[in-house]
């Protein structure tokens, strides 16, 4: 089993940056891919940006030029720096690891997300 622990969500107005970090432990395989989504009241949960192992980033077209993803595969961490903020970025902001075992079984963790709020 794989835990991750977010940790950086908060308040912030509209405009200003906010960073969130997630942190891996237990039993984890190489190869994975590290990313965030959110999920916004009464909507589907949706990609915000995923990297994987290499360091090759993916964004969803609404955050691009805003967000940046990157990871510490030694420490098991992917950052999430978050700039030029908008209400429509409010959200419960989830980590996930995700990937295949070199036996071929998928596997994808979740963490508990944490809220990201932007007042206009």
């Known amino acids: 089993q794989v835990q991750l622990v977010e940790s950086g969500g908060g308040l912030v107005q509209a405009g200003r940056s906010l960073t969130l970090s997630c942190t891996a432990s237990?039993?984890?395989?190489?190869?994975?891919?590290m990313g965030w989504y959110r999920q916004a009241p009464g909507k589907q949960r949706e990609l915000v940006a995923t990297?994987?192992?290499?360091?090759?980033?993916n964004y969803a077209d609404s955050v691009k030029g805003r967000f940046t993803i990157s990871r510490d595969n030694a420490k098991n961490t992917v950052t999430l720096q978050m700039t030029s903020l908008k209400p429509e970025d409010t959200a419960v902001y989830y980590c996930?690891?995700?990937?295949?075992?070199?036996?071929?079984?998928?596997?994808?963790?979740w963490g508990q997300g944490t809220q990201v709020t932007v007042s206009s």
């Open positions: 996930n690891m995700g990937g295949t075992t070199v036996i071929g079984i998928n596997y994808n963790y």
């Open positions: 237990g039993r984890i395989f190489n190869n994975n891919t």
């Open positions: 990297i994987n192992g290499g360091g090759r980033s």
